[in-house]
């Protein structure tokens, strides 16, 4: 099983940017589908952005189309992604995932491989 590790994440304004990294060991993620979530306080985890096994294919949720863009280095076995224009409603833990199908964002079949989550604050 890959292990994967969230880093990135911090106290912004709204309006700025970050740029979270899912770096993954144990396995090469050339061969999953990634995914991004996020898991605001008293809210379900919710899909956010997925990437497909070589890149070619991304999908997005409605609150973050244009904002955000995930991406992948299959040779770093890294998956980023970039928040820009942020906003309050966009505060959450954020967490990574592999060998998921992400296509369809308000169903999503998350794989068996989290991350520890990395914290995104954003300050009206």
């Known amino acids: 099983q890959v292990q994967l590790v969230e880093s990135g994440g911090g106290l912004v304004q709204a309006g700025g940017s970050l740029r979270l990294s899912c770096a993954a060991s144990?396995?090469?993620?050339?061969?999953?589908?990634m995914g991004w979530f996020r898991q605001a306080p008293g809210k379900e985890r919710e899909l956010v952005a997925g990437?497909?096994?070589?890149?070619?294919?991304?999908t997005y949720a409605d609150s973050v189309k244009g904002r955000f863009t995930i991406s992948r280095d299959n040779a770093k076995n890294t998956v980023y992604l970039q928040m820009n224009t942020l906003k309050p409603e966009d505060t959450a833990v954020y967490y990574c995932?592999?060998?998921?199908?992400?296509?369809?964002?308000?169903?999503?079949?998350?794989?068996?491989?989290w991350g520890q989550g990395t914290q995104v604050t954003v300050s009206s």
């Open positions: 995932n592999a060998g998921g199908y992400y296509k369809d964002i308000d169903r999503p079949s998350p794989g068996g491989s």
């Open positions: 990437i497909t096994s070589a890149g070619g294919s991304t």
């Open positions: 144990g396995r090469t993620i050339s061969i999953y589908n």
